[in-house]
């Protein structure tokens, strides 16, 4: 037990439990991009599935719980990791070796905390309502919370559209770095499938971005109203 608690008291421990708690993140976003394209299929379509997943309490409220505590766990070590390396290393140095680092592998500490501001003012906005509480009541015709009435009333508007977009650029250059470092983190190497694993983080950002930007701006552009 003691062992196993040093383990993760060690910089490993802390990026595989970094690791998996952002797979758990990672699916959770996929999921929540696919489930909202559903705007494209129109009111009933968006409405029925956010009541469908509203109806059953105790599973979301178990989900809601377990991603809160994955979110948690996983700024947490990310902030302990940060400081870690940095009180390792007080000096920076001058010649940064920056040849083979991406721009979102120097970048994640900054595209996460635009992530983490984003997801607080998101939960404000579609969740809690305290952010343009004017469109959160909507009951659509059959009754249920009119989640697409809201996306229209929000995306309609340009500052809103310009916080969306920059929460996606944020998403973007964090996950395009954490999927494929995580897949290193946790062990899956192999020569032959080297590029493969690479291109996971960008492609995984590239689908999930894409989706997302493409319901704000079909929203903004008119296409769905
Ligand atoms: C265009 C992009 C997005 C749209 C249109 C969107 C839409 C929504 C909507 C409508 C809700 C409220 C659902 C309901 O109350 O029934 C919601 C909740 C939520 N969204 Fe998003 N979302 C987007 C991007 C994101 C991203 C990028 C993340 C995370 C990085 C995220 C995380 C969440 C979370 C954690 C909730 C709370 C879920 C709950 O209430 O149980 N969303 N989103």
Do not use: C
């Not at 770095?177 to 995580?182: D, P």
Request: proline share 3%.
């Amino acid at each position: 037990m003691t062992r196993l608690f040093s383990h993760f008291q060690s910089s490993v421990g802390t990026k595989v439990i970094l690791a998996l708690t952002g797979v758990g993140l990672v699916i959770y976003v996929i999921f929540h991009m696919l489930g909202n394209l559903q705007v494209f299929e129109g009111p009933h379509a968006l409405n029925s599935y956010a009541a469908f997943l509203r109806d059953m309490p105790i599973l979301l409220w178990t989900a809601r719980i377990g991603l809160l505590g994955i979110a948690v766990v996983h700024v947490v070590l990310a902030i302990h990791l940060s400081l870690n390396n940095r009180r390792a290393r007080p000096i920076a140095y001058v010649i940064h070796g920056y040849r083979r680092a991406s721009i979102a592998s120097r970048t994640m500490a900054a595209s996460g905390i635009v992530l983490l501001l984003f997801i607080v003012f998101h939960l404000l906005h579609l969740t809690a309502g305290i952010i343009g509480p004017a469109s959160a009541g909507l009951i659509d015709a059959e009754g249920h919370r009119d989640v697409y009435g809201t996306l229209i009333h929000a995306f309609q508007n340009p500052l809103m559209v310009v916080v969306y977009l920059a929460g996606q650029v944020g998403l973007a250059f964090h996950l395009s770095h954490a999927v494929s470092s995580s897949v290193q983190t946790l062990g899956f190497e192999h020569a032959a499938l080297d590029r493969l694993f690479k291109a996971a983080g960008p492609s995984v950002a590239l689908l999930v971005v894409l989706g997302n930007v493409a319901i704000i701006l079909a929203i903004f552009l008119g296409i769905v109203r």
